[in-house]
Every structure is written in C-alpha cells, then in structure tokens.
C-alpha cells in the first residue's frame, strides 16, 4: 500500500497564509454579521410591542376567527359579490390599459436610442422613478378625494402607478431593440417618425404586450386592495365584512379571489405564449 | 455600372404575390379580431368599473390643484419657503419612520427563516416526498396570494391595533414570496455534491447542511434584502388599516385635508425608499458581487 508523504504542516501554513491564519477580522465577519442582525431583530420584537402574552391572546384569537371561517358561505349576497369581482376585473383591466397607452409616448423621451440628450431625458426618468415610489393605495386615497368614493377612482389610481412602471419597463425595452433596422428605415429615407413606426415598433410591442399582460394579472391583486380603502370593487367587501366580523362571508370572498387570480394566471400565462412565441417569457 | 436585378417570369411572380397577399391578409384579420375582441373588453371593463368621463373632465382640475395644495403651508406660501414649518412635525414622522422600517425588518426576517425553514419541501429536488411538496407548495402560494393588507386585517382583529398586526402580515406575505423564490434557488443547485454527501451514508438533514446549503445561501441572502426593500414600502401603507408605521400619519393627513402635512410624510417616504433601495443595492453589490444583484 502507498502511503503519501506526510505534509510539512509549517511549510503549508508559509505557503497559505490565508487559508490558515486568516485575519481575525476576515474570521469574524460572518458571525458578527449574525449576532448584529439578530440583536436588531430582538430590539424590534421588544420596540413593537411583542409580549408573548398578546401574542398568545391573539394566536387563540386566530384560532376562533379561523374555525368561524369554515365553511366559506356567500349567504345571500353571491351576486353582490361576483359584480364586486367583475368590478376589479374591470378596474385593473382598465386601469393597466390606460396606464400603458399613456406610457407608450412618454417612454419614447427616456430612451437614450430616442432621446440621445441625457439633459431632456433625466427629468422624465426622474418623474416616472417618482411616481413608482408612491404606493398605489396612496394615489387610490388621492383620487378618492378627487372623483368621489367608487371603483373609478381605483382605476385612475392604477393608471397613474402603473404609468410610472411602465415608463420605465418600456424604455428600458425600447433602448434593448436592435439598432439595424431602424437604420435600415433611415438608409430607405424614412423620417423619424417612420423609424419608429417600422424599425422599433414592430420589435417593442410583442415585449410591450407581454408586460402589459403580466400588470393586468399583477393588478387584480393590487385592485383588491385599493378596496379597502373605498375605491370600489371586491376589496370593499372584504373590509365591510371583515369589520362587521362575518367570518365565513370573508373565506368565501378569499376563496373568490384565489380563484380569480389563478385564472386571470392562466389566461395571461396563454396569451402572453401565443403573443411573445417560442421566446422566453420574461 | 449598372446591374440588372433578373425578375422572375411572370406566372411564377404572379403565385408568390399570391401567396404573399393571403399571408398577410390573415395576418391582417386576426390583428382586427384581436383588437375587436380587447376593445369589447374593454368597454364592458369600463362599464363594470363606472368609468365616467365627465366627471374625470369636471374634476381633473382638481386632481392638479391638489398637487398645487399639498405644496402650500397654511399661510398660503410655498412649502419649500419655510421647511421648518412644512416639517412640523418631523420628529413624530421620523420616529414612525422608524417603526416603518422595523416592522418591514422583523417582518422579513420572519419571513426569510419561516421560507427556509420550507423551502427544502418544496424544491423539486430535494423534497423528501412528492406529497409533502404539494402541500408545501400550496401553502406558500396561498400565503403569497392574498395581500398582505388583507392579512393585516384580519390579525388587527385578532391581535388588536399596532404594529402586530404588521408584522405578522408581512412576515406571511414574505414567506410564500421568499419561500417560492428560495426553493427555485435550491432547484438550480448543483446536486452533484449532494451525492457525494449521500454516499457517506448522510441522512437528508446532513445532505441538505453539508451540500445544498453552500450553494444557496448567498442566493438567500440577496433575496431576502429584496424582500426587504418591497416590505419598507409594503409596510409604508399598513398603517392605513391600523398595523402601525407611518401609513397611520399619512392616511389621517390625507383625511382630514392637512394638505402640507400630505406632502411633506410623502416626501419622507420617498426619501427613505430611495436611501434604502439604494443601500440594499449596494449591500447587495458588496455581499454577493454584480452579478447576484438581479
């Protein structure tokens, strides 16, 4: 039997000296790391207010709450429901669309491949990045207080959030198209308009189309809950009815919403197939 | 010099154009039903969704006054003269600043440990049994679902107003979100040394520690400092419900008409968004190299 030679421990550690005298610092970077995102969270648990007492009394409260849910029962009002639904459907449908015709010629300005000028573009990549930081709720409240409670205000709400997503999405895609056929158009004497109408648009819609279709899927979540704060469709109901402590009513609304958001999934999930192709759906 | 492009005789010229025109006639019909159909959708959506014209052409000056309101103090000049006074109260706003961000932290580091704790059942390759990954699985798209506003909702009734409430809400949107995001992390890992652990006879638990483990935890890392930044938002608006942080503050201004106090807690959410989105990016950046920062 073989035997390998011993090795010269001194002479490894000469050799290596990262390997086996790291610095204490290297050393202890990780646990430190560990000890010091764990002490803020136990700081956090104590700021807030976590006693294991109201945590107790609640947990059993979220037990009686979750044996009232069963079973999920509409009682009488299953078709004030399903319009509530077809009203979200409707809002983020609505809203993303509008979102999205309104972002397409704006994107246009924050293009560099468009707008070569970093001065006229900054402004509008600031305005879309502005926009984006405001929570959808926020603008439902905004718009709440401008066209009076009601599903309309909750579709002005995703127009406007969206508005600033898409800007950014779209011209993000419209800087990705190749520059070949734009020039192509150029080299055949099309005006700048035609450049973009021929060489960039028939390149961006299918990846605009497919980004659209994953917000209006994306939106029927947010739709439910710009509810909650009275801008119409089925998130109202679900604050009514968890405020007035009608616990199968509110499974049943829940159960509701899984459901229509798997389908709106699967639907978009198809088109966005049959739109972008065999290409990855991003 | 000039060349001559050789055309093709004409009955063959004449089937290829043809062809040609059908093909795009086709192309042509299913673009017009397309549309037809998505603008039916739409006029019922708008239908559905009580879109009213006149009312957004009657108010929309309003919608821009009120821009032009939320900048102005109460004495009637603008905010950015006298910040003092726009910022009235930004000790209060600071201190529920800092309840924003705690909430969304301790949120998601429950979260991050409930989705770790859970990934492994639901990873492809490394779930013990196929029964087990449906059920875990199921559970996390379920916790991921339903809106974590939705969720606090619900644990305001059961756990009373306050930050509670918040953030239990956050830590169960987290779960399903990280847990689905963690396990396709584990899918793509290299399971090579997984059998190399398993040859020595390991049982799961050493497998998933000595091999899998390695591989992903850096993915983890930068995931969850994700998750992190898309909570401080999520947690921005919480207090519209009455689970704490900042939203308590915003929602009242926004009631009760304070149109400065309205645009200054809105400056500070922003403001804190951006530092920290731009913090965690750079954490991101420095822990796990560019190329992880997706």
């Known amino acids: ?282 | 010099m000039t060349t001559a492009v050789s055309i093709l005789p004409g009955p063959q010229l004449a089937a290829l154009n043809d062809a040609y025109r059908q093909a795009v006639a086709r192309k042509r019909l299913r673009m017009t039903l397309a549309a037809v159909t998505f603008f039916a959708v739409l006029i019922v959506a708008a239908i559905g969704a009580e879109v009213n014209l006149r009312t957004l052409f009657t108010f929309f000056g309003n919608f821009v006054s009120y821009f032009d309101r939320i900048l102005t103090l109460e004495d009637g000049t603008r905010v950015w003269s006298n910040p003092a006074e726009w910022f009235w109260g930004w000790r209060k706003w600071l201190w529920m600043l800092g309840e924003t961000i705690l909430i969304s932290y301790v949120g998601t580091m429950i979260g991050a440990v409930l989705a770790f704790a859970l990934n492994f059942f639901a990873a492809q390759n490394t779930s013990p049994a196929p029964w087990l990954r449906f059920a875990v699985r199921r559970l996390l798209e379920f916790a991921r679902t339903v809106p974590a506003i939705v969720f606090a909702l619900i644990f305001v009734m059961a756990f009373g107003l306050g930050p509670v409430a918040g953030v239990l809400a956050i830590a169960i949107h987290s779960t399903g979100a990280l847990g689905k995001l963690f396990s396709e992390i584990v899918e793509n890992a290299d399971m090579k040394p997984v059998e190399g652990v398993r040859s020595t006879g390991a049982g799961w638990m050493s497998c998933m520690r000595f091999a899998v483990l390695p591989q992903v935890t850096a993915g983890y890392a930068s995931y969850a400092l994700l998750r992190f930044e898309i909570n401080v938002r999520e947690a921005s608006v919480m207090g519209f419900v009455g689970a704490g942080g900042i939203g308590q503050e915003l929602v009242v201004a926004i009631r009760k008409f304070y149109y400065s106090d309205v645009s200054a807690i809105l400056v500070t959410i922003i403001v804190t968004v951006f530092i920290i989105d731009i913090a965690t990016g750079w954490l991101r950046g420095r822990l796990f190299g560019k190329d992880s920062s997706a």
């Open chain 1, 1 to 282: 039997m073989s035997q390998l030679p011993k090795p010269d421990r001194d002479q490894l550690r000469a050799k290596y000296p990262d390997v086996f005298d790291r610095p204490a610092e290297t050393r202890l970077a990780t646990p430190a790391m560990i000890v010091g995102a764990f002490a803020v969270f136990v700081f956090g648990l104590v700021n807030l207010d976590f006693s294991p007492a109201r945590l107790w009394s609640g947990l059993s409260q979220l037990g009686w709450i979750t044996l009232m849910m069963i079973p999920p029962d509409p009682g009488s009002s299953l078709p004030a429901y399903l319009s509530a639904l077809g009203e979200t459907l409707s809002i983020a449908v609505l809203g993303t669309t509008v979102a999205a015709v309104l972002a397409l010629p704006v994107s246009l300005l924050a293009a560099r491949n468009i707008i070569p000028s970093q001065l006229l573009r900054f402004p509008v990549r600031r305005a879309f990045d502005s926009i984006r930081g405001v929570d959808t709720l926020i603008w439902a409240l905004v718009w709440i207080n401008v066209v009076g409670l009601g599903p309309f205000a909750g579709v002005l709400a995703i127009a406007v959030a969206d508005f600033g997503a898409f800007g950014k999405l779209f011209s993000e895609a419209i800087e990705a198209a190749d520059k070949k056929q734009v020039e192509g158009i150029r080299a055949s004497g099309g005006t700048a308009l035609h450049e973009i109408r021929f060489g960039l648009m028939p390149q961006v819609l299918p990846v605009i189309a497919g980004q659209v279709l994953y917000f209006i899927e994306s939106n029927t979540r947010s739709a439910t809950i710009i509810g909650i704060v009275g801008a119409g469709g089925i998130g109202l109901q679900l604050a009514e009815q968890i405020r007035v402590l009608e616990w199968q009513k509110v499974s049943f609304l829940i159960l509701m919403i899984l459901v229509a958001v798997a389908a709106i999934d699967w639907i978009s999930g198809k088109l966005r197939f049959a739109i972008i192709g065999q290409r990855a759906i991003a």
